[in-house]
């Protein structure tokens, strides 16, 4: 569906819904890791460079951190021949209006208008949004200390931290639970620590880029932290990760297995034993526990719409995963309380097969939890459908051959069965051809009408061209007939004035007046 919608970055999915400007906020998530924390004497950012060959001359192009004023300088994550142009016109802009009105941009009215020109290419046709977003730190006389960012669909927002670029999401997490109104200096060592804990590689000193935004006898400062600044404090958080590291190293697996029960939320954690009980006892024996299934689904229900209420718990995807398996329960269920084994296998077939199954946290693996404990307690939805389906199909097979006199009858109520089964299988198998066939047609139908298409466009562009041409003979003609009309139009005036003259002389002839 979405091709039909993603070829112009002016033309709405039915959903309402940009694609081109999309797949521009999603280059950025694949780009360079950018963060910013604004302090209470001053502000910083970070920016990891992915180029870091010996090679590289560094000193004649910035890659991530460019100064755009002598109050304003900003960092970028995306594509980096997009962020040249970017900065071009935002460096005109700055200095425009200093020699305009001969003091620096506010930081704002500067990142609004870089958004207005990013948002006007979302409305042209034939151009592509800009595939890159930018973080300002900047200080003026109105507001103080600023920090923005800005993405390709044209909006800004004001944050105290923030980042952009790959594992953006990790980090604004970390930065969520860290930041605390720090000073210049803890804002360094909180930098250092999320992107220690966000990037993919080991952090060095080569690999990132800091700056930070002060003020000093009335003037704004910007500095870059050169290498060996950066190295110290690499450094230092790395001898705190390994103090901690050996004060928490927990003395044998159960420790690590109650600590990682104890990281989630209680709400959260009874539901998931309850969900891991309920599934045992339905793998177990669902047709004598069936009373005790559905009263722990109940209570599931319940605990599941406190989980929903209360936000913070667990992210949106977590919760929808519960909700399937929840789901799931149910209609094994539905299934169990049908009359007969038939109703149930054929209820049962009806169930989505691919539910993923439900992790123990949100931020780590399950497997540690559960093999810590080393118990047999995890059970699978799927596990528990194969079981009932067999256990149904166990019933029909007795209902059917569950007396000698009736083996003749089984038998034949057997192969009448895998006959509509073939059948149905046959069917399907027709269905699936037909519609192929009718895709195939369907193309064919569109390749010869886009060639009609094409041959009626090329018609009727020939035909716009010749009655140009025809039009412009035509205002010729035009032009020649008025000309000749007005030629005996002029004629005619002087033959009747001349006619005139001759009857008014025979009329009255000249009198000779005699001497």
Not at 137 to 154: A, C, E, I, V
Not at 287 to 308: D, H, I
Not at 448 to 473: C, F, I, P, W, Y
């Amino acid at each position: 569906m979405a091709r039909r919608y993603d070829t112009r970055t002016t033309i709405f999915s039915p959903e309402g819904r940009l694609y081109q400007v999309e797949y521009a906020m999603e280059a950025i998530s694949h780009a360079g890791t950018c963060l910013g924390i604004l302090s209470t004497d001053g502000i910083l950012i970070a920016a990891e460079k992915r180029n870091v060959h010996k090679l590289l001359d560094d000193t004649v192009l910035a890659e991530k951190i460019y100064r755009l004023s002598e109050n304003i300088t900003c960092t970028v994550a995306g594509i980096t021949a997009d962020a040249n142009i970017l900065i071009n016109h935002l460096r005109w802009w700055a200095a425009q209006y200093k020699l305009s009105y001969g003091e620096e941009m506010p930081v704002e009215q500067l990142v609004q208008n870089l958004c207005n020109e990013k948002q006007r290419y979302t409305q042209i046709g034939g151009k592509r949004p800009f595939g890159v977003s930018l973080l300002y730190m900047g200080w003026d006389k109105h507001y103080g200390y600023q920090l923005y960012q800005s993405d390709p669909s044209g909006n800004y927002t004001g944050w105290k931290a923030t980042c952009i670029g790959n594992n953006h999401q990790a980090a604004m997490s970390l930065l969520k639970q860290e930041y605390k109104s720090p000073t210049l200096a803890e804002a360094k060592k909180l930098a250092v620590k999320v992107l220690w804990k966000t990037l993919d590689v080991k952090l060095t000193n080569e690999k990132v880029e800091m700056a930070v935004l002060t003020r000093r006898d009335n003037k704004t400062v910007v500095e870059e932290l050169n290498a060996s600044e950066v190295e110290k404090l690499i450094k230092e958080h790395e001898e705190k990760e390994k103090e901690a590291e050996a004060k928490t190293r927990p003395a044998d697996s159960l420790y690590m297995a109650c600590a990682l029960q104890m990281s989630l939320a209680p709400l959260e954690l009874s539901f998931l034993r309850l969900l891991e009980r309920t599934k045992k006892l339905a793998r177990e024996n669902l047709t004598l526990n069936v009373w005790k299934v559905g009263a722990a689904v109940s209570y599931l229900e319940n605990l599941f719409r406190r989980l929903q209420d209360e936000k913070g718990f667990c992210n949106a995807d977590m919760l929808m995963q519960y909700g399937r398996e929840l789901e799931q329960l149910k209609l094994l269920l539905d299934a169990e309380n049908c009359k007969s084994a038939q109703e149930k296998l054929n209820k049962l077939d009806l169930i989505p097969r691919l539910f993923p199954e439900t992790n123990f946290g949100n931020d780590y693996d399950s497997s540690t939890l559960r093999d810590s404990s080393k118990t047999t307690t995890e059970v699978t939805t799927t596990e528990v459908r194969v079981r009932n389906r067999a256990v149904y199909r166990a019933d029909i097979r007795k209902q059917l051959m569950g007396k000698e006199k009736q083996g003749r009858e089984a038998s034949y109520d057997l192969i009448q069965e895998e006959k509509r089964q073939e059948n149905i299988t046959n069917e399907l198998l027709s269905v699936t051809r037909s519609l192929k066939e009718n895709i195939t047609v369907a193309g064919n139908v569109l390749k010869d009408d886009n060639k009609l298409l094409s041959s009626m466009h090329a018609q009727v562009d020939a035909n716009v061209g010749r009655l140009s041409n025809e039009g412009t003979r035509l205002a010729k003609h035009a032009y020649k007939c008025g000309f000749d009309c007005a030629l005996i139009f002029i004629a005619l005036f002087i033959f009747w004035s001349f006619i005139s003259m001759v009857v008014v002389m025979k009329m009255f002839p000249k009198r000779v007046i005699s001497k």
